[in-house]
Nanobody, 129 residues
Framework: QVQLVESGGGLVQAGGSLRLSCAAS????????MGWFRQAPGKEREFVAA????????YYRDSMKGRFTISRDNAKNTVYLQMNSLKPEDTAVYYC??????????????????????WGQGTQVTVSS
């Protein structure tokens, strides 16, 4: 059974930064693409960023480009989301997810919820104005 545990969320002022972590169980973490999603109150869950298993490729939602950076450390079974220049509209619960076995690393695939089969419990990020 795969478990994903997010951490690093909290309350930050607009313009501040947070670094989210997602620790994964299992010995095959390095062979899976990983993604971050978020869900704000009253809104649907949306794609934030994704990283290929080798860290060779990344994708971002347009509104995150230049502000957020996804990375991973396969030796530590951990994926990160560095969030800078945070805005009140970034307030949401942030989830990490593991891609389905064999899924292609394309933007069309990585933005889809059904491209992921394991999800963490989420970590709350609140940005005050």
């Amino acid at each position: 059974q795969v478990q994903l545990v997010e951490s690093g969320g909290g309350l930050v002022q607009a313009g501040g930064s947070l670094r989210l972590s997602c620790a994964a169980s299992g010995r095959t973490f390095s062979t899976y693409n990983m993604g971050w999603f978020r869900q704000a109150p009253g809104k649907e869950r949306e794609f934030v960023a994704a990283i290929s298993w080798s860290s060779g490729s990344t994708y971002y939602r347009d509104s995150m480009k230049g502000r957020f950076t996804i990375s991973r450390d396969n030796a530590k079974n951990t994926v990160y989301l560095q969030m800078n220049s945070l805005k009140p509209e970034d307030t949401a619960v942030y989830y990490c997810a593991r891609s389905v076995t064999g899924s292609a690393f394309t933007i069309a695939t990585m933005i889809r919820f059904d491209s992921y089969d394991y999800w963490g419990q989420g970590t709350q990020v609140t940005v005050s104005s």
